[in-house]
């Protein structure tokens, strides 16, 4: 917990990344206010305190706005539930979005939304804005049956997409060279280690591996893979 009396820039959320974390969905006792009223954050990961590199599932009541803000290390977000908005438009569930650092808006949401948001985790040079509507984009097939692909990015050996796994999929055991994020967003994940149901945050570390498959319930996951936990930009920079 930040102390009361003094800086907040050294919070720290389960910022060791050679530890695996296994963090459940939101509930009551876990989202924690923000700045602004109507917006509370269900934090995963964070290194800093309102600049941070910080993972984190933020949800908008309806009718609330968030202050402008500028990326100055970039901002990557998947809308989970409602309709996120900013000046670009209206954001609704599934959009996938990254705003490149210097990139800047005033984001509100009207119906209330929840998104999943990744702060200060662009490589340099990543520039390029992107903007998915993941319930038109395409699906490829996966690299067993069962399994297909969305890829959503990919820069400097870090990858994310969405994989979807029809019910009693498994996957060969696989290592993960630069560790492992998955978002479960549908159904129940498994692996040799535990169940994940919708809304489960586990982040494998570097050389870590695993053996994943479904039950009957398939699932839906947001994947990162690729220098999980790499400090890629320094956060502190700007105010
Ligand atoms: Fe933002
Ligand atoms: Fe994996």
Same mark, same amino acid.
């Not at 919070?11 to 530890?19: E, S, T, V, Y």
């Not at 969905?25 to 590199?53: F, N, Q, Y």
């Not at 984009?137 to 029809?166: C, K, Q, Y």
């Not at 560790?179 to 870590?208: C, K, M, N």
């Given at each position: 917990?930040?102390?009361?009396?003094?800086?907040?820039?050294?919070?720290?959320?389960?910022?060791?990344?050679?530890?695996?974390?296994?963090?459940?969905?939101?509930?009551?006792?876990?989202?924690?206010?923000?700045?602004?009223?109507?917006?509370?954050? !269900?934090?995963? @990961?964070? =290194?800093?305190?309102?600049?941070? +590199?910080?993972?984190?599932?933020? %949800?908008?009541?309806?009718? $609330? *706005?968030?202050?402008?803000?500028?990326?100055?290390?970039?901002?990557?977000?998947?809308?989970?539930?409602?309709?996120?908005?900013?000046?670009?438009?209206?954001?609704?569930?599934?959009?996938?979005?990254?705003?490149?650092?210097?990139?800047?808006?005033?984001?509100?949401?009207?119906?209330?939304?929840?998104?999943?948001?990744?702060?200060?985790?662009?490589?340099?040079?990543?520039?390029?804005?992107?903007?998915?509507?993941?319930?038109?984009?395409?699906?490829?097939?996966?690299?067993?049956?069962?399994?297909?692909?969305?890829?959503? !990015?990919?820069? @400097?050996? =870090?990858?994310?997409?969405?994989? +979807?796994?029809?019910?009693?999929? %498994?996957?060969?055991?696989? $290592? *993960?060279?630069?560790?492992?994020?998955?978002?479960?967003?549908?159904?129940?994940?498994?692996?040799?280690?535990?169940?994940?149901?919708?809304?489960?945050?586990?982040?494998?570390?570097?050389?870590?591996?695993?053996?994943?498959?479904?039950?009957?319930?398939?699932?839906?996951?947001?994947?990162?893979?690729?220098?999980?936990?790499?400090?890629?930009?320094?956060?502190?920079?700007?105010?």
């Amino acid at each position: 917990m930040p102390s009361p009396t003094g800086s907040m820039d050294s919070l720290r959320i389960n910022a060791d990344f050679d530890q695996r974390v296994v963090v459940p969905a939101p509930h009551d006792d876990s989202w924690v206010d923000s700045p602004l009223p109507g917006v509370h954050r !269900h934090r995963l @990961d964070r =290194i800093g305190a309102e600049v941070a +590199r910080a993972t984190s599932i933020v %949800r908008y009541a309806p009718g $609330s *706005h968030f202050a402008a803000h500028r990326h100055d290390g970039g901002e990557e977000y998947l809308v989970l539930e409602g309709t996120f908005s900013d000046e670009s438009g209206d954001h609704p569930a599934r959009t996938y979005v990254r705003n490149p650092p210097g990139s800047s808006h005033v984001p509100f949401s009207r119906e209330g939304c929840t998104l999943f948001v990744k702060l200060w985790q662009f490589s340099p040079g990543d520039t390029q804005p992107v903007r998915i509507q993941t319930t038109e984009a395409a699906w490829r097939p996966g690299l067993v049956p069962g399994l297909s692909v969305m890829p959503l !990015h990919e820069f @400097d050996g =870090i990858a994310t997409a969405l994989v +979807r796994w029809a019910p009693n999929t %498994r996957f060969n055991a696989h $290592s *993960h060279p630069g560790g492992e994020e998955i978002l479960v967003l549908q159904g129940l994940f498994r692996d040799e280690h535990g169940e994940y149901p919708a809304g489960t945050w586990i982040r494998s570390p570097r050389g870590s591996r695993h053996a994943p498959f479904t039950g009957a319930e398939g699932a839906l996951i947001y994947v990162k893979v690729g220098l999980i936990g790499a400090t890629l930009l320094e956060p502190g920079a700007a105010a």
